[in-house]
């Protein structure tokens, strides 16, 4: 099970996943997220929303095990389309969303993370999209916005190897706005989100709806598109094999079917 603590203090709001160990995007934390949206909605004195992870990691990704108990492509694809839903609704969010990032935001946590306006990282948190390591691919909009925010020849790179990069990688490749020392990550969201909430609540607003046109229609075709192949992949038996290796903690034997 998943929750999201919420907490709002001078016109910011901070939204914490709680997911042990690794903070996994299980339906019931994804559920959460939409609630918490909800909530901040509803208060019209929020200026600004910092999102974090308790514990070790940001995210860790998806709730591999949860992906077991689907029978089909179309349950793949539909669970694409609504995590892809989701985050398109935090990307397109009338109040900026800092992630502040540690540990790891790996698959869809990395997902997750690239739909926030903004992102601070810890100087070694881990960032990547390992899906192809399973035998799957990513699911929840990566192959679009990761290319977006690193060009295509490092958005190939890190998804085909699946190798990750630091929060300092990130901030080079464009992927991350700012790296700290962990110890000082939450501080310095905390203090962006402060100097957000002293501007004016309508031309927060206005920045946060005019800079949405900067997306293009293919966008959506292309989380589209996506959404059906992260069914197909599913239906695989390379996915099979790579889903049962992670689950045994083992190397994956891919036979290219």
Do not use: W
Request: charged share 25%; aromatic share 8%.
């Amino acid at each position: 099970m998943g929750n999201i603590t919420y907490h709002v203090e001078n016109h910011v709001a901070t939204l914490t996943l709680q997911s042990p160990p690794a903070n996994a995007l299980s339906t019931s934390l994804l559920e959460a997220l939409s609630d918490r949206l909800d909530e901040v909605e509803e208060d019209s004195s929020i200026k600004a929303i910092i999102l974090k992870g308790e514990g070790k990691f940001f995210s860790a990704g998806a709730d591999i095990k949860e992906f077991t108990s689907l029978q089909n492509e179309s349950d793949y694809t539909s669970l694409s389309k609504k995590g892809q839903a989701l985050f398109n609704r935090v990307e397109k969010f009338h109040i900026p969303i800092i992630a502040a990032i540690h540990g790891a935001a790996l698959g869809g946590g990395l997902e997750l993370a690239m739909a926030c306006h903004i992102r601070y990282a810890a100087d070694h948190a881990k960032f990547g999209l390992p899906e192809l390591n399973l035998g799957i691919i990513p699911g929840f909009a990566g192959t679009q916005r990761l290319p977006a925010y690193v060009g295509a020849a490092k958005a190939y790179e890190m998804m085909l190897s699946g190798i990750p990069i630091t929060g300092e990688e990130a901030v080079q490749a464009g992927l991350v706005n700012k790296s700290f020392p962990e110890e000082e990550l939450f501080t310095a969201a905390e203090k962006l989100a402060s100097t957000i909430a002293e501007k004016s609540g309508p031309t927060i607003r206005q920045v946060m709806e005019l800079v949405t046109y900067t997306r293009s229609s293919r966008f959506e075709e292309g989380v589209l598109a996506e959404a059906e192949a992260f069914g197909e992949a599913f239906g695989t038996k390379d996915a099979k094999e790579g889903i049962k290796a992670f689950m045994e903690k083992r190397k994956p034997e891919f036979n290219d079917q």
